[in-house]
């Protein structure tokens, strides 16, 4: 078994709301500078700069997982990990097909910048990445898991898109094997809200900014993952199942 500091929840210059530093080839530079080994991006509804972030990570020593932060029909936002790139490129194409689409207002939600892996920019996104797609929460985790990954709650300690701030409880019906919290601070407490165990709450940054991205404080212990692999995202979906 092998120690690994994570960061599993990375939005980049793609998403509405992330800052435009906020690029491929910075995150992973500052996931090495930070002592990260594991790191996903997970922009809104899309992994089109996770071709070039996996480019990136290899770069920079860090073990890269291609995700997505899905927003559901009912406005709940949720961490998606996929096995490998491929599988994470071809669930970004169906959620493509079901987010409803609303012109994106640059000047009000920001920039959606795609990039290369030296930070180039190389497209634009035009339809607003941070609306609700049309996949509910009963939905999303067969969903995810035909393209081989897995999804769980984000950040449900905060009110704004929080699964039991929009729902009033935990849905433990839907059976999620963890839940993510953003405040390592509030473990016990969401831990008896959500009725998972402590040690089934994930704690990512949600960063948004450089500078946001952890350091290192949350970690796994996990089977060792092969320098420089493709399908990092692989074993951590097996340790979420498995073993947390």
Known sequence: MKKYYYDLHIHSCLSPCGNDDSTPDSIAGMGELNGLDIMALTDHNTCKNCPAFFEAAKRHNI???AGME???????HMVCLFPDLKSAMAFGEEIEKRIFKVPNRIDIFGNQ????????????EDYLLSNATNVSLEEAPNLVEKFGGICYPAHIDRESNGVIAILGVFPKEEGFCCAEVHN??????????SGLAV????????????WDIK???EFFYM???????????????SFLKEQL
């Open 215 to 217: 350091e290192q404080q």
């Open 63 to 65: 073990l890269a997982v």
């Open 113 to 124: 910048l795609i990039c290369d892996s030296e930070d180039n920019v190389i497209g634009n």
């Open 199 to 210: 040690n089934k709450l994930v704690v990512s940054s949600d960063a948004h900014n450089l």
């Open 70 to 76: 899905l927003t559901t029909s009912e406005d709940i």
């Open 184 to 193: 390592s601070d509030k473990l016990n407490d969401f831990a008896e809200k």
């Open 223 to 237: 089977n060792e993952i092969p320098e420089g692999c493709d399908n990092a995202g692989e074993y951590v979906i």
